[in-house]
């Protein structure tokens, strides 16, 4: 255990006071260094101060599942003013959550009201959306808006962002944050309503923000000293370009992880469209390092830009994907185009942080959907019992020691993911997973989007990886539907590459090469466009309607 209990908002100032004059954030026209990015931070947390906003219940009375804080929306695409607002709430102990900017009005409704929103942080182009809410949610008292090119005016009783950012120290001092203190994000809601989960800021740190580098030879931070001289000796060093959305959990970590390091981030300039050509200029011009993806979704627009255009990609040393499935044949391509490249696939979720990783190179063999764990990573029964041993086969994907301390609210779902086994607490999300003899971990997939079919479980992801082992596909989500034979069968959504297409015993040929005959999907179904997160998560209630449809013949 650390010696410090970070919180977020100061390990922001710590690199901020160690590198002042070092850039963390380039976009569009901005080049922001850590100073002057603390300095507008603070005045974001002194109005929310100046309003009465903080935290109101200290964490050791109250339960996993309950708030004693204040807790803000940041319903915004990505750019400074995420970071900003996010880093200013936890400076005034006010708990900021993810708002999916892609939800319509009911959706957001649910959001903000399951989270109890007094403040929120919104874009001017979502303006119209907050208005036609807003008078459904009485304990909504604060409205900042972010001005972009939407034209639209700032709504009645609500502040200018950029108004704030020098807003003097209230008369009453600051709070002092708490390692205590919330870090909220809610899950995606594919599968079912999102859920607010609740972190510890220290507990979230040390998992997933930084806290613990997990890379070969990192040590966990125990106190600032440590975060100050990680800071001088790797400053600048690092750097990522953000394609995903902060509004995703893994883009947030991603974030930090530069931050600790005393690193840079780079926007796109388009933030509601991935423009493959603009993002790799993009890494051209600034040399970066590092660029995250969540899946094909975002890796085959940019390997397809790769292999047509003429880019100096000689700064680029690592590809993460996280959150969605990078296929075999496009990973193969960009180690093609990239010989260079190393891409390190990652497991984790909203409830559990970091979990395991892969990492590929040109001409190593890597084993589909197996990773080597972090420490306090494995597997645990199906009866959550005990923690299995290598080899003994199929369980629940699980975590201990840095875990969430609950769902928002929710008490029985919390006790439900967050279990105690032999005195242990764990994080079991709901992946199932295989035990593998060597201490390795075969990731099955998520429970909730397992179809059973005739009596055995098939999981979506497996099928999935199956499917886009075929060249002409560009996207695939598996779901099941009723069937009188099987009492559910497996249907693949398919969208074809530009130009291409394939018939279906193509591509029941393609899959047999991977999975056993019974989890080939019993139907194809073509579409113009996979519907999927902002994030580039998979939407399985819409993979769900579709599937429900008439087929067409082939």
Same mark, same amino acid.
């Given at each position: 255990?650390?010696?410090?209990?970070?919180?977020?908002?100061?390990?922001?100032?710590?690199?901020?006071?160690?590198?002042?004059?070092?850039?963390?954030?380039?976009?569009?026209?901005?080049?922001?260094?850590?100073?002057?990015?603390?300095?507008?931070?603070?005045?974001?947390?002194?109005?929310?101060?100046?309003?009465?906003?903080?935290?109101?219940?200290?964490?050791?009375?109250?339960?996993?599942?309950?708030?004693?804080?204040?807790?803000?929306?940041?319903?915004?695409?990505?750019?400074?003013?995420?970071?900003?607002?996010?880093?200013?709430?936890?400076?005034?102990?006010?708990?900021?959550?993810?708002?999916?900017?892609?939800?319509?009005?009911?959706?957001?409704?649910?959001?903000?009201?399951?989270?109890?929103?007094?403040?929120?942080?919104?874009?001017?182009?979502?303006?119209?959306?907050?208005?036609?809410?807003?008078?459904?949610?009485?304990?909504?008292?604060?409205?900042?808006?972010?001005?972009? $090119?939407?034209?639209?005016?700032?709504?009645?009783?609500?502040?200018?962002?950029?108004?704030?950012?020098?807003?003097?120290?209230?008369?009453?001092?600051?709070?002092?944050?708490?390692?205590?203190?919330?870090?909220?994000?809610?899950?995606?809601?594919?599968?079912?309503?999102?859920?607010?989960?609740?972190?510890?800021?220290? $507990?979230?740190?040390?998992?997933?923000?930084?806290?613990?580098?997990?890379?070969?030879?990192?040590?966990?931070?125990?106190?600032? $000293?440590?975060?100050?001289?990680?800071?001088?000796?790797?400053?600048?060093?690092?750097?990522?370009?953000?394609?995903?959305?902060?509004?995703?959990?893994?883009?947030?970590?991603?974030?930090?992880?530069?931050?600790?390091?005393?690193?840079?981030?780079?926007?796109?300039?388009?933030?509601?469209?991935?423009?493959?050509?603009?993002?790799?200029?993009?890494?051209?011009?600034?040399?970066?390092?590092?660029?995250?993806?969540?899946?094909?979704?975002?890796?085959?627009?940019?390997?397809?830009?790769?292999?047509?255009?003429?880019? $100096?990609?000689?700064?680029?040393?690592?590809?993460?994907?996280?959150?969605?499935?990078?296929?075999?044949?496009?990973?193969?391509?960009?180690?093609?185009?990239?010989?260079?490249?190393?891409?390190?696939?990652?497991?984790?979720?909203?409830?559990?942080?970091?979990?395991?990783?892969?990492?590929?190179?040109?001409?190593?063999?890597?084993?589909?959907?197996?990773?080597?764990?972090?420490?306090?990573?494995?597997?645990?029964?199906?009866?959550?019992?005990?923690?299995?041993?290598?080899?003994?086969?199929?369980?629940?994907?699980?975590?201990?020691?840095?875990?969430?301390?609950?769902?928002?609210?929710?008490?029985?779902?919390?006790?439900?993911?967050?279990?105690?086994?032999?005195?242990?607490?764990?994080?079991?999300?709901?992946?199932?997973?295989?035990?593998?003899?060597?201490?390795?971990?075969?990731?099955?997939?998520?429970?909730?989007?397992?179809?059973?079919?005739?009596?055995?479980?098939?999981?979506?992801?497996?099928?999935?990886?199956?499917?886009?082992?075929?060249?002409?596909?560009?996207?695939?989500?598996?779901?099941?539907?009723?069937?009188?034979?099987?009492?559910?069968?497996?249907?693949?959504?398919?969208?074809?590459?530009?130009?291409?297409?394939?018939?279906?015993?193509?591509?029941?040929?393609?899959?047999?090469?991977?999975?056993?005959?019974?989890?080939?999907?019993?139907?194809?179904?073509?579409?113009?466009?996979?519907?999927?997160?902002?994030?580039?998560?998979?939407?399985?209630?819409?993979?769900?309607?579709?599937?429900?449809?008439?087929?067409?013949?082939?």
């Amino acid at each position: 255990m650390s010696a410090t209990c970070f919180d977020l908002s100061t390990v922001f100032r710590t690199v901020a006071t160690t590198l002042p004059d070092h850039k963390v954030m380039v976009w569009r026209d901005k080049r922001l260094t850590y100073a002057e990015m603390d300095a507008r931070i603070d005045g974001i947390a002194h109005y929310l101060v100046s309003k009465g906003l903080g935290c109101h219940t200290e964490r050791d009375q109250l339960e996993g599942h309950q708030s004693g804080q204040d807790h803000m929306g940041l319903y915004l695409r990505n750019g400074n003013e995420y970071l900003e607002a996010m880093v200013a709430g936890y400076r005034a102990r006010v708990a900021p959550f993810n708002v999916n900017y892609r939800y319509v009005e009911e959706e957001l409704l649910y959001l903000l009201a399951d989270a109890k929103a007094r403040v929120l942080v919104y874009a001017a182009e979502f303006a119209p959306h907050v208005q036609s809410i807003r008078g459904r949610l009485p304990e909504l008292e604060v409205l900042i808006q972010v001005a972009d $090119d939407s034209g639209n005016e700032l709504l009645p009783d609500a502040v200018d962002f950029e108004s704030i950012t020098t807003t003097p120290e209230p008369a009453g001092g600051m709070p002092t944050p708490s390692g205590d203190d919330l870090y909220i994000l809610y899950t995606g809601g594919t599968t079912g309503m999102p859920k607010g989960v609740l972190w510890r800021q220290h $507990d979230i740190f040390m998992s997933a923000m930084g806290g613990r580098p997990f890379m070969a030879g990192g040590e966990p931070l125990n106190s600032y $000293d440590d975060l100050a001289a990680q800071a001088r000796a790797q400053g600048g060093f690092r750097s990522m370009l953000l394609i995903p959305p902060l509004m995703h959990g893994a883009a947030q970590w991603g974030v930090f992880n530069t931050i600790s390091t005393g690193g840079w981030i780079a926007l796109p300039d388009d933030v509601k469209r991935l423009d493959a050509a603009a993002v790799l200029r993009l890494a051209e011009r600034e040399r970066v390092l590092g660029i995250p993806v969540v899946g094909d979704a975002m890796a085959r627009p940019l390997v397809d830009e790769i292999e047509k255009g003429d880019y $100096d990609l000689s700064g680029l040393m690592a590809l993460t994907n996280g959150g969605a499935t990078l296929s075999p044949t496009i990973r193969g391509r960009l180690l093609a185009a990239l010989p260079n490249l190393l891409i390190m696939d990652a497991v984790g979720a909203s409830e559990s942080g970091a979990q395991m990783t892969t990492v590929a190179t040109k001409g190593a063999d890597v084993k589909t959907a197996t990773f080597t764990p972090l420490a306090d990573t494995t597997v645990v029964s199906t009866d959550f019992t005990h923690a299995l041993r290598p080899g003994d086969g199929v369980g629940w994907l699980a975590r201990r020691e840095f875990v969430p301390l609950g769902y928002l609210g929710d008490a029985e779902k919390t006790a439900r993911t967050f279990p105690t086994i032999d005195g242990v607490r764990w994080s079991i999300p709901g992946d199932k997973a295989r035990l593998l003899d060597d201490g390795s971990i075969e990731l099955l997939g998520r429970d909730s989007v397992t179809i059973n079919s005739g009596g055995e479980k098939i999981f979506a992801e497996e099928v999935e990886r199956a499917v886009a082992s075929h060249p002409a596909i560009y996207d695939v989500v598996v779901t099941g539907r009723p069937s009188e034979r099987w009492g559910s069968e497996v249907v693949a959504v398919v969208q074809f590459a530009q130009g291409k297409t394939a018939t279906d015993e193509e591509l029941e040929a393609a899959c047999r090469a991977h999975i056993a005959d019974y989890k080939v999907p019993k139907a194809f179904v073509r579409t113009d466009h996979i519907v999927r997160s902002p994030a580039g998560k998979a939407d399985y209630r819409w993979a769900q309607a579709v599937a429900a449809q008439p087929i067409a013949s082939n």
